[in-house]
């Protein structure tokens, strides 16, 4: 089980990561005059990265940390966890000098978090609910 938890962990949270840095450092400055809709997907896609692979690391800490929860209880307490956390960044932008605060990054969130735990579910499978589940 050891190894399942790593690959995810690879999959959901570091391969989402460095995306992320990809979009943000390099893709979206080389399509800035680009389709608008293109634009448009590169300007939220860091959110939507984001919340995926926070969701991903915070799952793979809170199982070694919270070893008498299901699966699925650990699931759902990193993706509440990612979700208040990126959330209440993004709201406190408002008050952050240089900072953009955006209802569509905030949108973008919930379906990252979203991805994580329908890749948890899929990926642990029937380790993942239940009473006694453990991964």
Not at 21 to 29: C, F, I, K, M, S
Not at 72 to 80: D, I, P, T, V, Y
């Amino acid at each position: 089980m050891q190894v399942r938890i790593a690959m995810f962990f690879i999959l959901f949270g570091v391969a989402p990561s460095l995306a992320y840095q990809a979009v943000q450092d390099e893709l979206r400055a080389a399509a800035a005059d680009g389709d608008p809709l293109l634009v448009y997907a590169l300007g939220v896609a860091p959110n939507f990265l984001g919340a995926l692979s926070t969701s991903a690391i915070l799952f793979c800490v809170i199982g070694g940390v919270a070893k008498g929860w299901s699966a699925q209880s650990q699931a759902f307490a990193s993706a509440a966890i990612a979700l208040a956390g990126l959330w209440g960044w993004e709201v406190l932008q408002i008050w952050v000098p240089k900072a953009t605060f955006d209802l569509h990054d905030l949108a973008w969130t919930a379906p990252g978090v979203a991805g994580f735990l329908i890749a948890a579910r899929l990926w642990f499978g029937r380790n993942f609910g239940g009473e006694g589940a453990r991964v």
